[in-house]
């Protein structure tokens, strides 16, 4: 262990803290480290594992993919892009895909499109409406509308033009559009923020107000997609649809791969052959990982299964904080909850992690639950029985 450990903290540019803990090998919703130690993981790295570890139907086709081919580029068709498109745009309702390798770049490919359909209509808008306390990536683009000044002032100057607003206040959205507003952009629930679902009003009134002012509206659903809330997109449960959306997370099921996606009426006047590409973006294996993805959780009904799962875990929290004065609230829905704490997470975080349970942070003080969704009530049993403990 402490060779794997040594190994990497000497090779690595030094921006995680690790836990020392050497992963090594998964299997349903548990993993084992490089001692033969089983957790409970809580946390599916970071809201990607919806399947959970070693799904063998999944496994199997990636194997089969990488021994037929793995990579072409995209200036030549395959046979699993197509597949995995259709699969996207039948569970998004959005008509056109592109396909990048990470969450940011389907930021980065949503705030191109957004700009290119200002630009294309000639309206001479550019600039950006994002929120406080968002988080939308690492790239300068993407980093540019994440609502954490800690995130964006060692790379300053950012994208001009990005206004930040805050979240769950329609007004103060509304103080932020300009007539050179192009887009507004917002998790419908906020992940990385600490745990913070829109409400209806404000998801209604953002999808309104782009409407008036003819600019557009971006949902970010890289975290609280694919299942993750209870359905399969979190904006489909407030009946407000974006104009475009981002996903990556659980799109591939630990296979990196992500996407952005966007309606005709966007597509008609947005990116164009020579406005944007990627070299693997879309590559077979990753779109393999996707059509199998999307069939997996539309034959297992998983979204129906988070649903159930999610509503017994808010019971169990809701016990767990009504018996514990280092607790202040229970937090999110489906699969996507959290505890706020009195004090920061991160001591209970590692002392779980030594009693057995991966669990993560959002912000400093919100133990984030996001686990694989395939996830049973008894699992539920155990994560609290070992949190309860913990804390
Ligand atoms: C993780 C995340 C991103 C960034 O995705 P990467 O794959 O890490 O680049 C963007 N937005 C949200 C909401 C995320 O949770």
Known sequence: MNQYIEETKKGL???????????????GVYLYDTEGKKYLDFAAGIAVCGLGYGNQELNQTLKDQIDHLMHTSNLYYNTTCGKAAGALRRIT??????????????????????????????TGRYEFVAMEN???????????????????????PMLPGVRFAEFNNLDSVKEQITDKTCAVILEPLQGEGGINQASKEFMEGIRRLCDEEG?????????????????????????????IMAMAKAIGSGIPVGAFAMTEAVAEYSLEPGDH?????????????????????????LAGHVRKVGAYLAEKLDELAAGCDAIMERRGTGLIQGIRLVKPAGEVISRALDAGLVVISARDNVI?????????????????????RVL
């Open 93 to 122: 309702d959005m008509d056109r895909v592109f396909f990048t390798n990470s969450g940011t770049e389907a930021i980065e490919g949503a705030l191109k499109a957004a700009r290119k359909y200002a630009f294309k209509k000639g």
């Open 368 to 388: 984030r639950l996001v686990p694989p969704l395939i996830i049973e009530e008894r699992h539920v049993d155990e994560m609290i029985d070992i949190l309860r």
């Open 134 to 156: 968002s988080f939308h990536g690492r790239s300068i683009g993407a980093v540019s509308v994440t609502g954490s000044e800690a995130y964006r002032t060692p790379f300053e």
């Open 13 to 27: 540019v030094h921006t995680y803290n690790r836990f020392p803990v050497v992963f090594e090998r998964g299997e």
């Open 215 to 243: 600019i557009l509206m971006i949902c970010d659903e890289i975290q609280c997609g694919m299942g993750r809330t209870g359905a399969m997109f979190a904006w489909q449960s407030y009946g407000v649809k974006p104009d």
């Open 277 to 301: 590409g990627s070299t693997y973006g879309g590559n077979p294996l990753a779109c393999a990982a996707v059509a199998k993805t999307v069939e997996i959780f539309e034959r297992e009904d």
